[in-house]
């Protein structure tokens, strides 16, 4: 089901009918209201009273139509479950996006998409793609939960990246990627958990590099982060980190201070922590 236009909406009918929630949020997207269903928190399943189709959020990530238009405030939804796969890929001039607590069985489709802000915080992903995305404000995936990996690879970001005590778990090698992205502002990981390399190799962070508290656990006996060749103009804090893995930092340019101090690097076979090459301008701190 593809939604473009109103009148797409207002053929749906039987089956079909927008449901309570789904008219709810029509409404609220309309006059600039928040939606919150349920109590708000993150939803274990499908349910009528909470399930929002994808096409239909979609529709309303895209700003409307010229017969409906979404509040300039964008869509705010707290506690929704998002049934089907959510395809944004190559979607310009979106309106912000503000989704808490939402629950996505399927991943999200982001690729070269461009959004005014983008917020996904405490919301349980299956995956998402914004290869190339241009977020003109910040992102915020804070206490994000992903089963599979989230890729801002070469993204433009337009202020800061933030994955505060998110939880990433993938199969693969990789739970998160930001290469060659640009970020304006700092980037925050601190209390992430991921099992699975992240990467930020080749990145140009406009601010601080924060990892403070983060456990990082590598596969097999990769990289637990990846910072090789990343352009950080602040200083980067990984206070109380645990990486079981390589934390590389080779020919990366620093221009404040590093400090890990109560830090706990671990690799089995490969350098712990590699600075090989790279430019620090202020101190480094190890203690």
């Known amino acids: 089901m593809l939604i473009r236009t109103y009148a797409d909406i207002e053929k749906l009918d039987g089956d079909d009918a927008l449901s309570e929630a789904e008219r ?15 109590d708000g928190s993150l939803p274990e399943g499908p349910n009528q009273e909470r399930t929002i189709r994808a096409p239909l959020l979609r529709y309303l990530i ?77 992102g915020s995936l804070d206490r994000v939960k992903s089963s599979g990996e989230i890729s ?54 406009g601010g601080q590099l924060s990892f403070k508290m983060a456990e990082l656990y590598a596969f097999s ?15 980067v804090f990984g206070e109380g980190a645990k990486c079981f893995g390589r934390l590389s930092m080779a020919s990366a340019n620093v221009t404040g201070s590093i400090s ?3 830090g706990n690097l671990s690799a089995l076979e490969k350098t712990a922590l590699n600075l090989q090459a790279a430019t620090v301008k202020g101190a480094v701190y190890l203690d």
Do not use: M
């Open 24 to 38: 709810l949020l029509l409404e609220n997207c309309r006059i600039g209201k928040v939606t919150i269903l349920g």
């Open 62 to 138: 895209l700003g409307g139509c010229n017969t409906f238009q979404v509040h300039q405030w964008g869509v705010v939804l707290h506690g929704a479950y998002i049934s089907e796969e959510l395809d944004l890929r190559f979607a310009q001039r979106l309106s912000a996006v503000s989704l808490y607590c939402c629950a996505f069985h399927y991943p999200i489709a982001a690729r070269q998409a461009s959004f005014e802000f983008l917020q996904l915080s405490g919301c349980s992903l299956a995956a998402l793609d914004a290869h190339g995305a241009v977020i003109k404000g910040g």
């Open 152 to 205: 801002f690879a070469g993204a433009s970001i337009g202020g800061q990246l933030s994955l505060r005590f998110a939880d990433l778990r993938t199969e693969d090698r990789q739970t998160f990627t930001a290469q060659d992205a640009c970020i304006s502002s700092g980037v925050f990981l601190d209390g992430l958990v991921s099992r699975g390399e992240v990467s930020f190799s080749g990145a140009d962070i």
């Open 221 to 235: 006996n990769g990289d637990a982060l990846d910072i090789e060749g990343a352009t950080i103009k602040g200083d």
């Open 260 to 262: 890990l101090r109560g």
